[in-house]
């Protein structure tokens, strides 16, 4: 062990030996302090690091929040415009009040981001709550989410079209509709022809394009002639053509000529509509998730019967919206992208001898006009 410091060398601690002043008188030693920084106390080290777990929570909230949503579980279809629909959306007519938001929401932690709405179904409001949340919270951006609406029968004059746009803008949240379409090809008007004419709707429907309100624009319930005189002048032609496709129906003539015109075909009411008999009287009672062939494939298949309605939709050749708000159910009607219907199955769903139109616009008829028959309403022969 060394002896003890002399005087003239008084033992400085080491923590304050980096400031010492060279050349201090022998006894004497002085130190300076100029740039130093203090060393923080415990107490503020603490705080320190207490306002950087707050900065950081956001963040790590929000993280995990966007956990909860699994990434887009649907292929996209490019139409003919460019932009890109994905191939299973949630349908919403008939959700009840108080049923759709959560629908929705759920739909979309499930990985849906096509929605299909209409201004008609009175629920645009949840709808676009649900939508609201989501972006509001960056938990789905606005670019994956495909969102649909509908304008009216009675908005078909050209100064309304703008009007039930916005209107839906507002409830859904949203500063453009991905695609908005002509519902029917109807307007309440008793007479030879539709007034206001289908072309005056068309082309304020043209012009929400041209604004921006709108990617797309298309029709919903029309036929193959109406589709033809909308063709002999748009100068933006249907991107998309929604009607009632499914093994009851399977509008076999309206698809072929929709591709040939690159029209794209969506699918309603996929599991036949049983929920709207009330709505729309049929001569025939037919429940397409009860026949036998369907329950035949299902079982076949390992699938449940919604599933492989769904599957046949896809493998038809058009993107398909089926309704519900069970949790279970929205998430089961997505999981059809990993298999397919053999040639065998997709034939026999595809040669069922029952052919009706369920959701078949009855209602609209009239013996003045401008429909006095379903044929002069649908552009072709009622199914027998």
Not at 100 to 123: F, K, M, P, W
Not at 180 to 198: D, R
Not at 325 to 337: D, E, K, M, W
């Amino acid at each position: 062990m060394g002896g003890p410091a002399s005087a003239s060398q008084p033992l400085v601690p080491p923590w304050l030996a980096p400031y010492a002043i060279p050349g201090s008188p022998p006894g004497v030693p002085a130190f300076s302090f100029a740039g130093a920084t203090a060393a923080a106390a415990p107490g503020d080290a603490a705080a320190t690091a207490e306002a950087r777990e707050l900065a950081a929570r956001p963040a790590a909230i929000r993280a995990a929040r966007q956990a909860l949503y699994a990434p887009p579980a649907s292929p996209l279809i490019t139409l003919r415009d460019g932009t890109r629909m994905p191939a299973v959306g949630l349908g919403t007519w008939k959700a009840a009040p108080g049923e759709v938001r959560s629908a929705v929401a759920t739909a979309l932690q499930a990985g849906y981001r096509h929605i299909d709405c209409a201004e008609v179904y009175q629920n645009e409001e949840e709808v676009g709550e649900a939508l609201g949340q989501v972006l509001e919270q960056g938990l789905v951006p606005r670019q994956e989410l495909y969102i649909v609406s509908k304008v009216w029968n009675t908005n078909h004059a050209a100064a309304r079209v703008r009007q039930a746009c916005l209107r839906s803008l507002k409830a859904l949240r949203l500063d453009y509709l991905d695609l908005y379409m002509i519902h029917w090809p109807v307007t309440g008007n008793i007479g030879p022809e539709v007034k206001p004419s289908i072309q005056e709707t068309w082309q304020a429907m043209e012009g929400l394009v041209r604004e921006g309100l709108v990617r797309s624009i298309g029709v919903s319930n029309f036929g193959v002639k109406k589709l033809a005189d909308i063709l002999s002048y748009a100068a933006i032609p249907p991107a998309v053509c929604q009607v009632e496709v499914h093994p009851y129906h399977r509008n076999d003539a309206l698809i072929a000529w929709c591709a040939q015109q690159r029209i794209h075909v969506t699918a309603f009411s996929p599991l036949g509509s049983p929920d709207s008999e009330s709505i729309f009287p049929r001569k025939k009672p037919l429940v397409l998730m009860q026949n036998e062939t369907v329950k035949a494939v299902a079982e076949r298949t390992g699938r449940d019967v919604g599933q492989v309605l769904i599957r046949w939709a896809l493998q038809h050749g058009t993107s398909v919206i089926p309704k519900s708000t069970s949790p279970a159910r929205i998430r089961g009607n997505l999981r059809v992208f990993d298999w397919e219907l053999s040639a065998e199955d997709y034939a026999a769903l595809s040669t069922l001898p029952d052919q009706q139109r369920m959701v078949n616009g009855a209602m609209w008829l009239n013996p003045k006009g401008p429909y006095r028959t379903m044929e002069e309403l649908w552009d072709e022969p009622e199914a027998e």
